[in-house]
C-alpha cells in the first residue's frame, strides 16, 4: 500500500472517537505523523496513539479546547515542536447542543457556534501559517448534511455547519496561491456517540442507502483529499459522505 504520507505530519482535532478516531488511524495508515487533539477523553485519546504506534506509526496526544485561542496557540506550538512541520489539518471537533429554537437557551447556541465554527477558524488560522511559510498543506473541515439542508432541533448546530461551507471556500481561494488545498467533507447520519439514541426508522426513510454510515466511510474521504495525488487539483469543495441524503 502506498504511504503518500510517509515523512509528512497530521493534527486533526477531535481524534479520541468516532470520525476523528477513524480518520487519525487512516491517515497514520499513509505514514503520517499524528497529533490526537482530545479535550476530555484522555483514556481514549491514548488508545489511539497506542494503535498507531502498535502499527509502526508515529503519534502524541495533545489535550486543548479548540474554542479557546490560547489553547489552540499552544496545541500548534506542541506539534511544531514535537515533529517540525503539520501538513494537514482535519478541523473535525464538533458537539450538539439539540433542542427547538423557542427552547434553546442562548449559552446552548453560543457553545456549538464556539466549537463547531470558531474552532475550525481559529485551528485553520493558526496552522495556515505554517504551511503558508512550507508552501504546502491539505485542510479538511467537517461539515455536515445539517449545514445544507436544516434539520429540526439543530438550529445552532446546522447554522455552524453551514458557517464552515462558507469559511471552507473562501479560505481555499486565500490560500490557493500557496499551493494549500482546503475542501470540506460532509457527513450524513454516522454510527457515533453523537447518533446513540436517535430514532432510525424515521432517519433511514431519508436515506436512500438505508442504512447508518461507519466512521471509516467518512475517514476514507478525508484520506483522499489528505493524501492522494489525485487531490492535488481539488480546493473548495464539499463532498457528501451521506448515503445519498443531499443530491444537488
Known sequence: MAQNLQGKVALV????????RATA??????????????AS??????????????NGGRAIALKANVANSDEVDQLIAKTMEKFGRIDVLV???????DT??????LE????????NLTGVFLCTRAASKIM???????????????GQMGNAGQSNYSASKAGVIGFTKTVARELAPRAITVNAVAPGFITTDMTDGLKSDPILQMIPLARYGQPEEVAGMIQFLASSPAAAYITGQIFNVDGGMVMA
Do not use: C, F, P
Not at 488511524?25 to 482530545?38: F, K, T
Not at 478541523?91 to 447542543?97: P, Q, V, Y
Not at 427547538?100 to 437557551?105: A, D, I, T, Y
Open 100 to 105: 427547538l429554537l423557542l427552547r434553546m437557551k
Open 41 to 54: 477523553s484522555s483514556s481514549a485519546a491514548a488508545e489511539v496513539v497506542s494503535q498507531i504506534e502498535t
Open 91 to 97: 478541523n473535525n471537533a464538533g458537539i450538539t447542543r
Open 25 to 38: 488511524l487512516a491517515l497514520a495508515s499513509e505514514g503520517a505523523a499524528i497529533v490526537v487533539n482530545y
Open 132 to 146: 503558508l511559510k512550507q508552501k504546502s498543506g491539505r485542510i479538511i473541515n467537517i461539515t455536515s448534511v445539517a
Open 13 to 20: 482535532t477531535g481524534a479520541s472517537r468516532g470520525i476523528g
Open 108 to 115: 446552548d447556541w453560543q457553545a456549538v457556534i464556539d466549537l
